[in-house]
């Protein structure tokens, strides 16, 4: 099998397809977050997970980023490592300091975890985290979504994947592109002296739990945030939730020239490029002019790329060039065709 997240017909026919259907169960293509409990008129407790093989930035930021799909912020979390009988016990060192860090720095407390050696990796990580959304935000968020719906795409396509390939591929990248390219395209500080490359934190770049928050409160419905699999891959799994047809305009995407030529030179595709800190709402029409003048007042990179529809069918259609194009499920992350780990 492919490296990432499952493909969507595996998630499908071997893992969700068997878990018991009780009153509180919500697993799904296409939610990012479960519901621990449900309090009418008070709160939801929810929970959400992020992995990470080699980052203990990277799978909390992933975590935080799909409990923020229900508005809510973290406020506990649980950290599970997988190491290799092989793995130092200063490289789990580091990560426990790493994590001790970002729970102070974030004001997540730490309540747990497990630690396991097993298998012949050399420490994968997941962190679980919890959180509180109002009940309001849980009640604009059990609306049906509906055809006529517009799609919203929040943040450029393949940003972070482009970032990643940067920092590890950077010697080989230095064959085609300038030094100063780089550095101020690819989520790092610009610099014309020799110091070391230092990236930005994923904090500032890639978190969501603010805008999303103020998404639902302004309208939003349905969130889904981009990860493995790209922005392709989230509105496949958005119209598989819905019940839904897509139909997106390809020059609505927002994605960045420099990650567009990154792609090119590794001859991968940016729209199945690894997305954290980007998102899709889904947002009916009469919240469409809210939810841009918070967009533009936050900021924001977005834009309308199109809309839900009655029709089955998931099309991706161009208004500058004859092209149209259906869009399938996504069994592997194009990041992994150029790097090991993420």
Known sequence: MNKGTASNRILKRSIIKHIARTDVTNAAVGIDYAVLEDVPSRFAIIVA??????????AYIRAVNNLAMSGAEPSKMMINLLASPETQEQTLRDIMHRFTDISREQGVAIIGGNTVYAGAVKCNI?????GKTTAERRQTLLQKVKPGYKIVVIGDAGKSGASMICKEKFEELRQRFSESYLKENFLMESSL?????????LFDTCGLADISAKLIDAGAVYLHDVSFGGVYRTLVEM????????DICHERVPIKQSTIELCEFFNINPYQLLGTGELCAAVPEEAIDSIKTL???EGVIFDVAGEFTASKERVVHSESYHMSRNLNYY????IYKVLEAV
Do not use: A, N, R, W
């Open 295 to 297: 967009l533009t007042s």
């Open 239 to 246: 119209s598989e939730y819905t019940g839904l047809g897509i």
């Open 193 to 201: 002296d020799s110091k070391p490359l230092v990236e930005k934190s």
């Open 126 to 130: 997941t962190v679980t985290v919890y």
């Open 331 to 334: 069994d592997c992350d194009e």
């Open 49 to 58: 997970e992020g992995f990470s093989e080699i980052s203990p930035d990277q």
